[in-house]
Each structure stands twice: as C-alpha cells, then as structure tokens.
C-alpha cells in the first residue's frame, strides 16, 4: 500500500473496546498474511482517551515493512500482534501501552510521541504480550 504522504493519506476509524468491541476487532487496519509493505500512509484511531482501548493497525503480517507512516491513537495504538515486522521512520502517538503484542519487531528511526494521559494513568511505551 503506498500513499501520498502521512498527511494526505490517512486511513481512520472511531472502534474501541468503549464502544462494543474488543482490543483485536478495535483495529482501524488488520494486516494478516506475508511481505505485507506501507508507505508514507497515517493509520489513526481517534475513538479518543475515553474509550479505552482502540487500535489504529494490528499487525500479524510475517515479514511485514512499514516505512514513513505513522500510526495515531491513545491506548493500545499499535498491535503488532504476531511474526516479524519491521518499522522505518515511523511516528508512533499513544498514550498506555501504545506499542504491545508478541511480535518480533524492529524500530528504526521511529519516533515514539507520548500524549498526554487521563487523570489518574500514566504513560507506559511498551507491553509485550509474550508467555515466555
């Protein structure tokens, strides 16, 4: 998938686990399958800070690449959910947990912005999802 830049191709939705769903099918974009590759695209969630849980992309796509995009959201912004992926400046908003699941990821370049939390929370980057 290759767009016009962060700025003029934004893919969004409002799901959230606030509004009937669960953190998986909160998902703007699920990405499944191999060699998926993003460019220059944004994946937002704007279901907002009160909604709980609201993925803008879950991504369980092997050998999956993510250049130039960014991914815009609160809680649980970006589920890289399973198998290898790997991100290139890249901007990354969230507030709890913005990055998490069981993947095995590399960042390169990212950039991670920490928004302001409700009352009450605290930011926290990462929350891996591994058993073992």
Same mark, same amino acid.
């Given at each position: 998938?290759?767009? /016009?830049? $962060?700025?003029?191709? +934004? +893919?969004?939705?409002?799901?959230? $686990?606030?509004?009937? &769903? ?9 990405? /499944?399958? =191999?060699?998926?590759? %993003?460019?220059?695209?944004? =994946?937002?969630?704007? %279901?907002?800070?009160? #909604?709980?849980?609201?993925? %803008?992309?879950?991504?369980?796509? /092997? !050998? ?6 960014? *991914?815009?959201? &609160?809680?649980?912004?970006? =589920? ?5 992926? =790997?991100?290139?400046?890249? &901007? +990354? ?6 990055? *998490?699941?069981?993947? %095995?990821?590399? !960042?390169?370049?990212?950039? +991670? ?5 409700? #009352? ?13």
């Amino acid at each position: 998938m290759v767009g /016009d830049g $962060v700025r003029n191709t +934004i +893919i969004t939705s409002g799901h959230s $686990v606030g509004g009937g &769903y669960t953190t998986y099918n909160s998902a703007t974009a699920g990405i /499944d399958g =191999f060699h998926f590759l %993003a460019r220059d695209i944004t =994946f937002s969630n704007t %279901a907002g800070p009160l #909604k709980g849980q609201a993925v %803008a992309l879950r991504s369980a796509s /092997d !050998f999956s690449v993510f250049y130039r995009c960014a *991914f815009q959201g &609160y809680q649980d912004t970006l =589920f890289v959910h399973s198998q290898r992926q =790997f991100y290139r400046e890249c &901007y +990354i908003y969230g507030t709890i947990d913005s990055i *998490f699941g069981n993947a %095995a990821v590399v !960042f390169q370049n990212c950039i +991670i912005l920490v928004r302001r939390p409700l #009352k009450g929370q605290a930011n926290v980057i990462t929350a891996q999802g591994r058993n073992s």
